[in-house]
């Protein structure tokens, strides 16, 4: 019987996956054909690229070729809507036509009428080089311009901390049960809201005694163990039924409120529930484990952001006790 299988060719297109109808069961053809394919639409891409306008390329942008995180993704949309509404030289203006200058100027009227803060600034203008990044990526432009206006330095924030034993007098205290077993969790795992939300019960494994966590931002899984300090906290979680398979190990809640009051009623500075998770690192580095250990808890890659961000809040107690090994 003869063969009805007819070959497609996959490939991309302007940023966008192409199939074709190769017309033909013979491999060895539908090499032939798909080459000559390449060939004809890398001409058409070149035209094509060359005709995109800015709606065009920001409607792509939108689609996510990129794989941005979700919450990254929405705000960038937040952003580029802004873009469309405000961007004086007109949307159908072709990609290629557009000049940094005209990008520095766009970027200082959105800093005039929103008094915008560095930060603020910053988020517009990391947009801008993805978007044009996307630009080049797909053959519009050969260079991605907006490279050319460099991001503002911010001033380093004002994180308040508390200490370990602040820490755990704030939790004793709250008098929200959810909440209290949700700062718990960030003290003793050293992990964000995001994470926590993301828990569930086959991600503890107690044999291995392993807990498994997603990032939030950025959608990396990673592995933490469970720390000495937690133990008895996630036995008390499988006691209570909290860690059955496909359940969420903790009840939806935002625990700012709670917080909050709580550190008014303790006369504390006001902390936030990120100030639990900055807690477990400033404790790590303070107990002299390797900075990489604590970044790779954290699910960060090295730990250059560990050292930048929390170095400088290593006491002075520790450093003595560093130098008491430079013997």
């Not at 199939?19 to 798909?34: C, I, M, S």
Request: proline share 4%; aromatic share 8%.
């Amino acid at each position: 019987m003869k063969s009805t299988r007819i070959i497609y060719a996959v490939f991309k297109s302007v940023g966008k996956t192409r199939w074709k109808n190769l017309g033909t069961d013979d491999v060895n053809q539908a090499r032939e054909l798909l080459g000559e394919e390449i060939k004809q639409e890398a001409k058409v891409d070149w035209k094509r690229s060359r005709t995109l306008n800015l709606l065009e390329l920001i409607q792509h942008y939108e689609s996510n070729p990129m794989n941005l995180a979700p919450s990254t993704l929405r705000t960038r949309t937040l952003l580029l809507k802004v873009f469309k509404e405000t961007w004086p030289y007109g949307l159908t203006m072709k990609v290629r036509d557009v000049k940094s200058f005209m990008l520095r100027l766009w970027l200082a009227e959105r800093r005039n009428a929103r008094n915008l803060k560095s930060a603020g600034m910053n988020n517009y203008l990391r947009t801008l080089h993805g978007l044009f990044g996307l630009a080049v990526e797909i053959g519009a432009i050969g260079a991605n311009i907006a490279l050319e206006i460099k991001l503002i330095r911010e001033p380093n924030p004002d994180r308040l901390t508390p200490t370990w034993e602040q820490a755990q007098t704030i939790i004793e205290a709250v008098k929200r049960p959810r909440s209290k077993l949700a700062l718990t969790a960030m003290l003793l795992f050293g992990i964000g809201q995001g994470e926590l939300k993301n828990l569930r019960g086959e991600h503890f494994n107690l044999e291995q005694n392993t807990i498994t966590i997603r990032r939030q931002k950025t959608q990396k899984v990673f592995t933490i163990p469970i720390f000495p300090q937690a133990r008895s906290f996630v036995e008390t979680l499988r006691n209570d039924g909290r860690l059955e398979n496909g359940k969420n190990v903790f009840d939806m809640c935002n625990p700012r409120e709670a917080l909050v009051i709580t550190c008014e009623r303790l006369n504390l500075s006001l902390f936030t529930p990120r100030s639990f998770r900055r807690a477990f690192i400033i404790r790590a580095l303070e107990k002299g484990i390797d900075p990489r250990v604590v970044a790779a808890w954290q699910g960060h890659r090295d730990a250059t952001l560990i050292l930048r961000v929390y170095g400088a809040w290593v006491n002075n107690d520790h450093a003595q006790r560093m130098a008491a090994l430079m013997t």
